[in-house]
Structure formats: C-alpha cells, structure tokens
C-alpha cells in the first residue's frame, strides 16, 4: 500500500469515515481517540464553520489519515460516499462507518471484525453488513436487531444458531462494518436522500441482492436517535422526534420508499401507520407543528421528484 508520496507503508486493514456537520467538539474529539486505539479514521466535513479550527486536533491522533473538507453541507450520503471512495483507493479491506456522536465501545473494532469472521464461516450466503448492538444513552435502551417479514421472533433471531449474532433486515448506519467488495454489488449511498433513511435504503436494497445483514453483540455503540425529548412515546422508543427542517427528508424518503419494490412488505405494513401516527401528532401537537406540519407535508408531495 502507497501513501500519496509514493513510500510504502504498512497499515491495518480497516478505516473508520466519519462524517461531520456542525460538531459537538468535544464529543467528536472522544470518538476520533476511542477509534485511534484500533487503527485508522478519516473524517469527510459538511461544511461545519469551525473545521479549520478543529482540523489541528483531529489530525494529532496518529490514526487520522485525511480531513475532506467539502466546503459544504453536501449531505450525510454523499459524504459517506466520499469516505468509503477514499478507503477504497487506498487499498482497505473493510470500512466503518460513524456519526459524529457516536461512542463506540472497547476493542469495537475487533469485536466487529470477530463476528463478520464467524457469520462469514457460518453461511455460505454473503455478509453485506455487520452493526454494533446500540444502546440510545437518553433512554438507555437497547436497539433490537428486526426482522420485518416475521409475524413471531421478528427481534434477535439468532444467526445459524451462533450466540451473540443475529439476523438482521436493517443496521443503523453508524458502527456498521462493510466489506468494501460488497459496495461493487450493491452500490453507493443514494445521495438524493441527502441524510435520513439512506441506511434503510441501502440494507433493503443489498438484502434484495441475496446478500446478509448481521448484528452482534461483540461491539456496543452508545448512539442517541432523535432529539431529547420528555414526551412518553419519545422516551419509550416507540418514535424518535428531530428538528421540523429535518422531517421533510424523513417524510419525502419514507414514502419514497413505500414505493420500492425491494422495500420489505412487512416493514411497509408496520411503518405506515406509525409514520401517520408521528405526523399527526407532529403536526397537531408539537409546539413547532406549523413548522412540522409545512416540512413534513413538503416531503411527501416531493417523495415522486425523487428518481425510480
């Protein structure tokens, strides 16, 4: 393997892209040292008002490959995209993948690692993704792995009878571990979703495609979804609630996807009548529901701009 000056070097098989808009310094700083033990990490910047700033710190762990400094907010797909890109051309094997606020576990890495070797010898079906058991540090709740066509033992159904891994029809993008070969097969990000539902789309498209989705309990991942909120179906789990801007991507995807023939039945029939529900409470409730209400109906009238 090269770096840019041609001089050999010796490096793990795996890197870590980050992707950052607007960080939480502090957060971001915990994250790139917890991921600097175990090997590499580069960071892909939307455009954050102070990433010159932050770049001297970031670049003082000996794990940090590059800054890509996109200038501005190109969206989280893209700027996966771009990492993942990176790490393909400089010769990796496999990526991780991490939100911004993410806070990985101890020996995460190799826990991830361990169980993709154990899927992987287990089945003779490919393994497009492997992710980390999350735990959402405001409600302190562990995040099941799902299957969506199951009518019973749809939650942490075991892989091949492994003990700790599990089938899956969906991983949250951050800690998520990929075979680089696998992007070949099941392609990119799909960037026109700019930030929500984009691993949604990736794992029912790679899951069409023949390919496994694993979770594991050998990695853990503190990962809040949504805004804090004291309402009782947010601090349940039953829905996650972000900034009104934002619910027109999770609306116009949503129904985008409703609208996909590899889009799991199941989850259809499920996900429905939840996201009518969080709409309508949204819109009726929320103190912000004007503005909610304007993002949120937006977003379906412009779900069938998006290309097939």
């Known amino acids: 393997m090269l770096e840019a000056d041609g001089k050999s070097v010796n490096r793990p098989r795996h890197c ?8 939480d310094a502090t957060a971001l700083l915990k994250l790139l040292a917890q991921l600097d033990k175990e090997g590499d990490f580069i960071v892909v910047d939307n455009g954050s008002a102070s990433i010159d700033e932050l770049e001297p710190s970031i670049r003082v762990y000996k794990g940090c490959r590059a800054v890509d400094k996109l200038g501005r907010n190109e ?4 700027g996966l995209n771009r990492g993942i890109a990176w790490v393909r051309e400089q010769g990796y094997d496999y990526v991780l993948l991490f939100d911004q606020d993410s806070r990985p576990g101890d020996q995460f890495t190799q826990g991830m690692l361990a169980a993709l070797k154990r899927a992987e010898g287990t089945s003779a079906r490919r393994v497009a993704a492997v992710g980390p058991r999350i735990i959402n540090p405001q409600t302190l709740k562990q995040t099941p792995f799902k299957l969506f066509n199951r009518l019973v033992g749809r939650s942490n159904r075991r892989y091949h009878g492994l003990r700790g891994e599990y089938q899956a029809d969906f991983l949250i993008t951050s800690g998520t571990l990929i075979p680089l070969n696998v992007v070949d097969s099941v392609g990119p990000m799909r960037e026109d979703y700019f930030i929500d539902n984009i ?15 694993i979770g594991t309990d050998a990695a853990l991942l503190y990962h809040a979804i949504g805004e804090r909120s004291d309402h009782p179906w947010v601090r349940s789990g039953l829905i996650a609630q972000h900034k009104p801007e934002r619910t027109f991507y999770s609306s116009r995807n949503r129904v985008h996807l409703y609208g996909k023939d590899y889009a799991p039945l199941g989850w259809k029939l499920r996900d429905l009548p939840r996201f009518a529900l969080k709409a309508i409470w949204l819109m009726l409730f929320s103190p ?3 503005d909610y209400a304007r993002n949120i109906l937006r977003g379906i009238r412009e779900a069938r701009g998006l290309a097939s």
């Open 75 to 78: 969206g989280l797909a893209l």
């Open 199 to 213: 691993d949604l789309e990736w794992c029912f498209r790679a899951k069409a495609r023949g390919y496994d989705l």
């Open 16 to 23: 870590a892209v980050v992707v950052s808009y607007e960080p």
């Open 288 to 290: 912000h529901r004007r």
